[in-house]
């Protein structure tokens, strides 16, 4: 029969703390959406990282409706349901035809919803993305 050997003490310490959250750890996100919740939108979503990370995040957003009109984002709210945190708004810049959506501060480890409320004349949606960060 074999037995097991305890594992020394530091390598305990070292998994317990691995999950303390280095600012440079990215989020397992599980792909970007393509359309919108009520599949208003076609939408187009592009990350400057990778994924969403812990600390300063930044995006694009491209959608356009069912007769290739724009739609632009018009708000953003980013959320941690598991401690009911809410981020600062970010900063939301429009040209004709997209967003940049800046200066959004995912300031904890976690899971973070991030609402992207998208409209056109006569029309609204929203796109859900999730960010779990590490």
Same mark, same amino acid.
């Given at each position: 029969?074999?037995?097991?050997?305890?594992?020394?003490?530091?390598?305990?310490?070292?998994?317990?703390?691995?999950?303390?959250?280095?600012?440079?750890?990215?989020?397992?996100?599980? =792909?970007?959406?393509?359309?919108?919740?009520? =599949?208003?939108?076609?939408?187009?979503?592009?990350?400057?990282?990778?994924?969403?990370?812990? =600390?300063?995040?930044?995006?694009?957003?491209?959608?356009?409706?069912?007769?290739?009109?724009?739609?632009?984002?018009?708000?953003?709210?980013?959320?941690?349901?598991?401690?009911?945190?809410?981020?600062?708004?970010?900063?939301?810049?429009?040209?004709?035809?997209?967003?940049?959506?800046?200066?959004?501060?995912?300031?904890?480890?976690?899971?973070?919803?991030?609402?992207?409320?998208?409209?056109?004349?006569?029309?609204?949606?929203?796109?859900?993305?999730?960010?779990?960060?590490?």
């Amino acid at each position: 029969m074999r037995r097991l050997r305890p594992l020394p003490c530091s390598l305990v310490v070292l998994a317990a703390l691995a999950g303390c959250g280095d600012p440079s750890l990215g989020a397992a996100s599980g =792909g970007l959406p393509t359309v919108s919740e009520r =599949g208003t939108f076609a939408v187009s979503v592009a990350t400057e990282q990778p994924d969403f990370r812990r =600390g300063t995040n930044a995006f694009d957003v491209q959608a356009t409706d069912a007769a290739g009109g724009p739609a632009l984002v018009t708000g953003v709210v980013a959320r941690m349901p598991g401690h009911d945190h809410l981020a600062t708004p970010p900063r939301i810049d429009c040209t004709a035809r997209s967003c940049r959506v800046s200066d959004l501060v995912l300031a904890m480890p976690g899971t973070w919803e991030i609402t992207v409320v998208l409209a056109s004349p006569g029309a609204q949606d929203d796109v859900q993305l999730s960010a779990e960060l590490r």
